[in-house]
């Protein structure tokens, strides 16, 4: 192993330390909120949420009109790799940024859309940051695994702790599993960003709002695909020692 798979390997020791940890009493009372921001939203509004997160989750596991190249790098370059997902995510968090500035100046209708141009620009990244690690999108576990690496970035608390042990266990754990619970996801999902959302559709604010959000939740969802891949990769034989299970 390398000195830069050392380091990595030290860095995914934190995050797996973080993707674990208890909530802390902010996450306590922000949960009790939310529950309170979910009766605020109209039911018309959750419903195409519902259905946006439905039908990306759908195009995931049933199968993809999105292409994505092969990796551009063909040896076995932990580093390489991660400075290309590095520039990828730089480039999707900037079209993320200017359409949620956009969508979130025009109210609850452009603030609605949003959800759907969110959810499809994640969807991207996540295609070209497999790819990039050497995994083959167009299997079906890969998509499932995927989905997994997108309900870790966006859930809390027990869920988090749950889809962290999946992830970590992939190789034994896939088998157990035939699709996602589209129900369970939607929820965590829209749990997570809700609040966030709400604020984006209050006209002259939201633009604000929407441009901050849409760039934080990229950055929550890059640096999370990035760890679970590294995290999958250094797992495998020949793929460098595996992560210690000691807290």
Do not use: C
């Amino acid at each position: 192993m390398d000195a830069y798979e050392q380091s990595v390997q030290r860095e995914l020791a934190q995050w797996r330390k973080k993707m674990y940890q208890n909530p802390n009493l902010f996450h306590q009372v922000s949960k009790k909120a939310q529950t309170k921001i979910n009766s605020w939203i109209p039911a018309k509004a959750q419903r195409f949420i519902t259905e946006s997160i439905k039908n990306m989750v759908k195009t995931m596991l049933v199968g993809s009109q999105l292409t994505t190249k092969k990796a551009l790098i063909p040896e076995k370059s932990l580093y390489k790799q991660d400075a290309l997902v590095k520039e990828k995510l730089e480039s999707y968090r900037k079209t993320a940024t200017i359409e949620g500035a956009g969508t979130g100046a025009g109210g609850i209708f452009l603030g609605l859309a949003d959800f759907p141009l969110l959810l499809s620009i994640k969807v991207k990244f996540l295609f070209e940051t497999a790819a990039i690690y050497g995994f083959d999108t167009k299997e079906y576990e890969e998509r499932l695994f995927m989905l997994h690496v997108f309900q870790l970035a966006f859930s809390r608390d027990e869920m988090r702790k749950q889809t962290m042990y999946t992830i970590e266990n992939w190789e034994q754990e896939k088998h157990k599993l035939v699709e996602m619970d589209w129900e369970v996801f939607q929820q965590e999902y829209r749990d997570y960003i809700d609040l966030v959302k709400l604020l984006q559709m209050v006209p002259g604010f939201g633009a604000i709002v929407g441009a901050y959000a849409n760039y934080n939740l990229l950055d929550q969802l890059g640096d999370t695909a990035m760890n679970a891949y590294r995290l999958r990769l250094l797992s495998l034989p020949g793929g460098g020692s595996f992560i210690s299970k000691q807290e």
